[in-house]
């Protein structure tokens, strides 16, 4: 038996897909002790959108560290905090038309949610959040009572409440308006909905199956917000940072959230930073109501302020981005006109997409035989039906081909074995 059977909790998943063990990263390739090399379409569940020990956000944080800049100070100031703040405010906020102000949480993305959702709360003086189905917010209490899936919500183990759940759109199937419920329910005094304090929504819905919402859809949930005095939540802690071909996911509807959560590629290398943007005249904490030992990691700060500088002064990468996935989703699309008896859709958005397979056992058989061949992948959906396509976005042309061709390999094996298993 390894260490790990002896020594780790049964809660870990991903080593259940990719029994190896890795030692190596660089880019868009995973090697393992063997020495076989693996290309990612997982990218750390969209936390290395410029893949793994990107040379200038690593020799950023090298040079930091030999000259012993701070680590860990608390919320203290320190320079490297400044640097980034600089560099958000002037690359990514005020471009965008942004005032917000940052908030430093714990460094995980369930942190980040659980500071927007305490603080829609404080301002407003209201308790209720309205989440959509299928949303996937975290795992800690007061974000896993936002999240949808069963699974995650069952491992609770008390009541998770004040939050009430909302179709998301096309969730009632194509040409249902699902905002029409919550403005009904919102007008009607009998409708027993508590006016919320906020709604907390992702763009495309990461986890829960790379549903993506429609511009038409986002900006009328604004204009509800606006109307009913209730907060907006932008949680782009999967979706942002590039991965739909802007910096925030939310950006082609030209809405602006009152608040914004991000963690994941944030750091731009897989640290651990989470952050909380809001508008300022929401800024009612009082100094520590809410805290965290580890919000200030300044190796996170060194590398996030690079990464800023590195792929977001102009458009050229996000252009890049855009391109890489209308051939994703070409090739995607192909693959589901090809095996109608395996697939139902393409889904998502951006370098967010995959394929909803006809049930979870078959997206299961496509990701173990990609593995195989060289290609980690995961899944995603309600019933782990969605093959989920998640790869770095530095990824060159040639190397997602290559990685789109192993998946068309993987589904050609899958189907031929099913139909000999059938026959």
């Known amino acids: 038996m390894s260490i790990f059977d ?65 680590a860990h100070g608390l919320d203290m100031h320190t320079d490297a905090k400044a640097q980034f703040l600089s560099a958000l405010q002037n690359i990514i906020l005020k471009p965008r038309g942004l005032d917000h102000v940052a908030q430093f949480t714990g460094p995980t993305g369930t942190n980040a949610v659980e500071a927007a959702m305490k603080l829609a709360r404080k301002v407003t003086g209201r308790e209720n959040i309205v989440a959509f189905t299928n949303g996937f917010h975290g795992v800690s209490l007061g974000a896993l009572a936002a999240t949808g899936n069963q699974h995650h919500r069952g491992g609770a183990g008390t009541v998770l409440a004040n939050v009430t759940r909302l179709p998301y759109d096309g969730y009632a199937g194509t040409g249902e308006d699902s905002l029409v419920l919550f403005e009904t329910m919102l007008n009607d005094n009998s409708s027993g909905l508590d006016k919320p304090a906020a709604v907390l929504f992702e763009v495309v819905q990461g986890e829960g199956g790379l549903n993506a919402a429609s511009v038409k859809w986002l900006q009328r949930l604004e204009k509800i917000c606006r109307a009913h005095d209730i907060l907006l939540i932008a949680d782009d802690i999967q979706a942002g940072c590039g991965r739909t071909g802007t910096f925030f996911s939310f950006e082609p509807a030209g809405i602006k959230p009152d608040i914004i959560t991000l963690s994941k590629s944030l750091s731009g290398m897989g640290l651990p930073f989470a952050l909380v943007l809001l508008r300022p ?32 002064q102009d458009d050229a990468f996000a252009a890049g981005v855009r391109a890489k996935g209308e051939l994703l989703t070409r090739r995607l699309q192909t693959l589901v006109d090809k095996f109608p008896q395996l697939f139902e859709r393409v889904k998502g958005r951006g370098m967010m997409q995959g394929i909803a397979c006809v049930n979870g056992d078959i997206a299961d058989d496509i990701t173990s035989r990609a593995f195989e061949l060289g290609l980690v992948i995961e899944t995603a959906g309600p019933d782990d039906e969605v093959v989920k396509c998640l790869c770095p976005l530095i990824i060159t042309e040639a190397e997602l081909t290559q990685g789109l061709d192993w998946l068309e390999q993987a589904i050609v094996d899958v189907a031929a074995k099913r139909l000999k298993k059938a026959s």
Not at 9 to 23: E, G, I, L, M
Not at 303 to 310: G, P, S, Y
């Open 6 to 70: 002896v020594m780790e909790s049964s809660v870990q998943t991903y080593a259940r897909s990719f029994p190896v063990v890795f030692d190596q990263a660089k880019g868009v390739w995973l090697h393992d002790r063997s020495g076989k090399r693996y290309l990612d379409f997982l990218a750390g569940a969209g936390t290395l959108n410029y893949g793994h020990n990107h040379p200038a956000l690593k020799e950023a944080l090298i040079e930091y560290i030999q000259h012993d800049g701070i």
């Open 281 to 312: 005249d929401l800024d009612q904490w009082e100094p520590g109501e809410h805290n965290g030992t580890f919000r200030g990691n300044n190796h996170a700060f060194i590398t996030a302020r690079k990464a800023l500088e590195t792929f977001w």
